[in-house]
């Protein structure tokens, strides 16, 4: 049913059992240096996480902590560990009936270029595949726009509790989960994260709470490496639903997919061999002629949201309208309700011109929390 909530939120205040403090990770096994620090096991990282959501280390101790893992590069199974971790301890899962598009773009959001998730998720939503987003306020390194901002441009409820984004989700086609709602423990480290002031391991993990329990994540990665790592990730997790994980190479490190000679990689859970598989795409071969220049602009979360109004209208077509069928394309396909990308962007583009599109930004806005 709608908005049932499948685990909730706390532990916050909660002893984390165990003998792996920080202090003694950080000593006896990943804090000396990136070439000869060791991994932690999946048990090791998951306690360790545990400690960080509740706050059971001093801000010295944490911070060096994270920067150990970050300088060493995080392996799947730790990763597993700290979304595991997360998951159990902070993340209230409110499912919708359907079963959408996780998008967790990267928290930190942009900051050149605009913010196309909400436009192409309402794209993708008329054209039968929902999705889903989620953010927080904007954290380093970037401090950036992101999914949030432009939601609140547009004068749509964003601080909803998990269940109201779950009904969203069902009533729109799109929805936003808030994460000071749905994963507290995780956003009350946010004053920690400002004083280390560059990206670690919660960076990644946040992007994969999932907390709509959907079966198919879409994010984006700058080298194939990351995604690699990210469906490792989702691969050696003991609690996460993922199915399916597509990953495209996008602006900003934001999952706005870029322009030209286009990488993207997809994992499958039935596959034999759990191996990922990628591939390439020439965006232009697609009908699709964007530069990123066409996309930057001044004021990003009004000029976004701009953007989304006018693009869906019909109003503006062109380039931007382009990248945003482009963009709703990818979750078209990364939701299987297309055989290919090219396909994917066919869909969004009829979306585009019957309306459809834009009603489903109408009844976005007439959401009431």
Not at 112 to 118: D, R
Not at 150 to 174: H, I, K
């Amino acid at each position: 049913m709608s908005g049932d909530r499948a685990s909730t939120a706390g532990g916050g205040d909660a002893e984390v059992e165990g003998e792996w403090t920080l202090l003694r990770l950080l000593t006896e096994v990943c804090g000396s240096g990136p070439k000869t620090a060791d991994d932690m096991t999946y048990e090791q990282a998951g306690e360790a996480f545990a400690r960080v959501l509740v706050g059971d280390a001093d801000p010295e101790t944490l911070g060096a902590f994270l920067l150990a893992n970050r300088w060493k590069e995080s392996t799947p199974e730790e990763l597993a560990g700290f979304v595991d971790a997360m998951r159990e301890r902070s993340v209230a899962v409110a499912e919708p009936d359907a079963d959408p598009v996780d998008c967790g773009g990267n928290y930190d959001g942009k900051q050149k270029t605009a913010v196309l998730g909400v436009a192409s998720g309402l794209v993708a939503a008329a054209a039968g595949t929902p999705v889903v987003a989620h953010s927080g306020p904007s954290l380093p390194a970037k401090y950036g726009t992101t999914y949030g901002d432009v939601l609140d441009e547009l004068g749509v409820p964003t601080d909803l509790e998990p269940e109201r984004s779950a009904a969203m989700v069902d009533e729109v086609g799109f929805g936003f989960y808030a994460q000071s709602q749905f994963n507290s423990l995780v956003h009350e480290r946010r004053p920690a994260r400002k004083s280390i002031g560059v990206r670690t391991s919660i960076n990644t993990v946040e992007t994969l709470a999932n907390p709509a329990n959907a079966s198919v994540h879409f994010g984006s990665f700058y080298h194939l490496s990351y995604a690699e790592r990210i469906a490792g990730t989702v691969r050696e997790s003991r609690e996460l639903p993922n199915e399916r994980v597509v990953m495209a190479q996008g602006m900003e490190g934001y999952d706005d997919v870029r322009p030209g000679t286009t990488r993207f990689a997809v994992w499958d859970a039935d596959r034999s061999d759990g191996e990922i598989v990628d591939d390439e795409i020439e965006t232009a071969a697609l009908g699709v002629e964007f530069e990123r220049e066409d996309l930057e602009v001044d004021d990003l979360p009004a000029d976004s949201a701009r953007i989304t109004e006018r693009v869906l209208s019909g109003e503006r077509d062109g380039p931007v309208a382009d990248a945003v069928a482009l963009n709703a394309g990818f979750r078209i396909y990364a939701g299987g309700d297309a055989d290919s990308v090219g396909a994917g962007v066919e869909l969004a583009r009829d979306a585009l011109a019957d309306g459809s599109a834009e009603a489903r930004l109408d009844a976005l806005r007439a959401f009431e929390a």
